[in-house]
């Protein structure tokens, strides 16, 4: 069975700092990875994919991946309150469309 | 991104009853829809992927009888829930891909329905 694996947390970091988050995934065949945010009772929203190995910047998120270790991460820098959310880590599953996704790591941003 | 609406965004039943959620693709047409369920403080699970014009793809242990899905049209996918109880209650959500940059899919906001 295809896994996609988190620390549930919660991560609590002061505001300012560097959040990192982590996702370890089980099927050696996938492309394609995402992170999305989602705040209590409401849906995912994308912040950032990565497919290639390396960083991938885009504003204060950073994604890892490193498909040997089938490791990939998303760092927040200068973190705010109002990143104070759970972070899904999804894989794409090799060969269809769908998306296997991590629980979630449940991030606590303090003032 | 793609744009996806959801209605109704929250919904409360009586046991035994149907509830009809649809999911609408509202910025370009979706051959593929996906629909998947969250209960509170776990991950979303693949429930099954909607496909226009045919019959949809059901994950395993998912019934087909009691979640039918439709997607009649290449802008809107339906999910409805039959005769519903109240280990169905959950956060049901619907998602689509434009089918560029790598497929990524982008979710709706959600239906919540209660199943008294």
């Known amino acids: 069975q295809k896994e996609v694996e988190q620390n549930s947390g919660p991560l609590s970091v002061p505001e300012g700092a560097i959040a990192s988050l982590n996702c370890t995934y089980s099927d050696r065949g996938s492309q394609s990875f995402f992170w999305y945010r989602q705040y209590s009772g409401k849906s995912p929203e994308l912040i950032m994919f990565i497919y290639s190995n390396g960083d991938k910047e885009d504003g204060r998120f950073t994604a890892q991946l490193n498909k040997a270790s089938q490791y990939v991460s998303l760092l927040i820098r200068d973190s705010q309150p109002s990143d104070s959310a759970t972070y899904l880590c999804?894989?794409?599953?090799?060969?269809?469309?769908?998306?296997?996704f991590g629980s979630g790591t449940r991030l606590q941003v303090q003032p | 991104g793609a744009v996806v609406s959801q209605h109704p965004s929250r919904v409360i039943c009586k046991s035994g009853t149907s509830v009809k959620i649809e999911c609408r693709s509202l910025?370009?047409?979706?051959?593929?829809m996906f629909w998947y369920r969250q209960f509170p403080k776990k991950s979303l699970m693949l429930m099954a992927t909607s496909n226009e014009g045919s019959k949809a793809t059901y994950e395993q242990g998912v019934e087909k009888d009691k979640f039918l899905i439709n997607h009649a049209s290449l802008t809107l996918s339906t999910l409805t829930v039959t005769s519903a109880h109240p280990e169905d209650s959950s956060f049901y959500i619907c998602?689509?891909?434009?089918?560029?940059?790598?497929?990524?899919?982008?979710f709706g906001p959600g239906t919540r329905l209660t199943v008294l």
């Open positions: 999804a894989v794409k599953d090799t060969g269809r469309r769908a998306l296997t």
């Open positions: 998602s689509t891909s434009d089918g560029r940059a790598w497929d990524t899919q982008y």
């Open positions: 910025d370009f047409q979706a051959t593929t």
